[in-house]
């Protein structure tokens, strides 16, 4: 089976750095995404990672460790409308995400 | 390109009837095609997958004859929630893929269902 954690919420300073971490306990491994999530819409991706190391994407990075089951993504020079809630989910067999249960972004000013 | 359409964005229906959600891979062939629900505040939980030509595989506690799925072309996959019950009130979510093992999943807009 599948176990993905990551905390429910955090907040963060308007133009600050902020890291969310992911760890995962999986029967099998092919890839793990990062997606965000404003309320009430349907999820967006933002990253893939499936060998170890940091992917850069702008202002968002992902960073994986497969021998840590580890995962984070960081978000540079955050801006108010990065609020949002942000899913871990990796892929297993048959290209099937399971889902961490999200973490509720609150950028303040 | 990726792009993936929901129809319709909201519903609201009586307790007792059907609801038909339809779900487009708009520019790409989705052999693939994803089923979530998500309860407010909540994850996204995967119900079902469906490949293009065959029936779809439902997750552990999710009822085959409750939600009909179809996914009868490349583009195109249906979710029917039958006899609708208060309960079933939720957001419902597609995503496609190409297919093949590595591909992204790519979200549609969702569907707000109310049953009253």
């Known amino acids: 089976g599948q176990n993905i954690d990551q905390p429910t919420e955090m907040t963060a300073t308007e133009g600050a750095i902020v890291q969310i971490n992911c760890t995962y306990q999986?029967?099998?491994?092919?890839?793990l995404f990062w997606y965000q999530q404003h309320a009430g819409e349907a999820p967006t991706f933002l990253s893939y990672n499936v060998l170890d190391g940091l992917e850069e994407k702008g202002r968002f990075s992902s960073f994986l460790s497969r021998s840590k089951g580890y995962s984070y993504l960081l978000l540079k020079e955050l801006q108010m409308k990065d609020s949002a809630s942000y899913l871990c989910?990796?892929?297993?067999?048959?290209?099937?995400?399971?889902f961490g249960g999200g973490t509720r972004l609150m950028v303040k000013p | 390109g990726a792009v993936v359409s929901q129809h319709p964005s909201r519903v609201i229906c009586k307790s007792g009837t059907s609801v038909k959600i339809e779900c487009r891979s708009l520019?790409?062939?989705?052999?693939?095609m994803f089923w979530y629900r998500q309860f407010p505040k909540q994850s996204l939980m995967l119900m079902a997958t469906?490949?293009?030509?065959?029936?779809?595989?439902?997750e552990q506690g999710v009822e085959k004859d409750k939600f009909l799925i179809n996914h009868a072309s490349l583009t195109l996959s249906t979710l029917t929630v039958t006899s609708a019950h208060p309960e079933d009130s939720s957001f419902y979510i597609c995503?496609?893929?190409?297919?093949?093992?590595?591909?992204?999943?790519?979200f549609g807009p969702g569907t707000r269902l109310t049953v009253l």
């Open positions: 469906s490949n293009e030509g065959s029936k779809a595989t439902y």
């Open positions: 989910a990796v892929r297993g067999a048959g290209n099937m995400l399971t």
């Open positions: 999986t029967s099998g491994f092919n890839g």
């Open positions: 995503s496609a893929s190409g297919g093949a093992g590595t591909d992204t999943q790519y």
């Open positions: 520019d790409f062939q989705a052999t693939t």
